[in-house]
């Protein structure tokens, strides 16, 4: 019901910074928790954030914290990441991720429908 299209990655330094959009179609997407995951090469799909409808009281990844932003705009159905001081680590490709079931996760399965991904690589 949700289709889901990321934007916004791209080459950066090491303390830089970049903001990721994600676009959702659909009529539904205001009561969805909408997450953001990453995959460094050769290693899973970790989770980063997720945000509810009220957008109140985010969720992040403890290797995130102070440094990245997730907010939403349901007005304009999008959801974004303000990624600050990227380090190398922080380089992956980056999936939006829509949740329909209440409450914040950070397990994969639990969400419903996924963008196809846009690479951030941060360089030294």
């Known amino acids: 019901q949700v289709q889901l299209v990321e934007s916004g990655g791209g080459l950066v330094q090491v303390g830089g910074s970049l903001r990721l959009s994600c676009a959702a179609s659909?009529?539904?997407?205001?009561?969805?928790?909408m997450g953001w995951f990453r995959q460094a090469p050769g290693k899973e799909r970790e989770f980063v954030a997720a945000i509810s409808r009220s957008a109140a009281s985010p969720y992040y990844a403890d290797s995130v914290k102070g440094r990245f932003t997730i907010s939403r705009d349901s007005a304009k159905n999008t959801v974004y990441l303000q990624m600050n001081s990227l380090k190398p680590e922080d380089t992956a490709v980056y999936y939006c991720?829509?949740?329909?079931?209440?409450?914040?996760?950070?397990?994969?399965?639990?969400?419903?429908?996924w963008g196809q991904g846009t690479q951030v690589t941060v360089s030294s």
């Open positions: 659909g009529p539904t997407f205001s009561t969805y928790i």
């Open positions: 991720a829509a949740k329909g079931s209440l409450g914040y996760s950070r397990i994969q399965k639990q969400y419903d429908y």
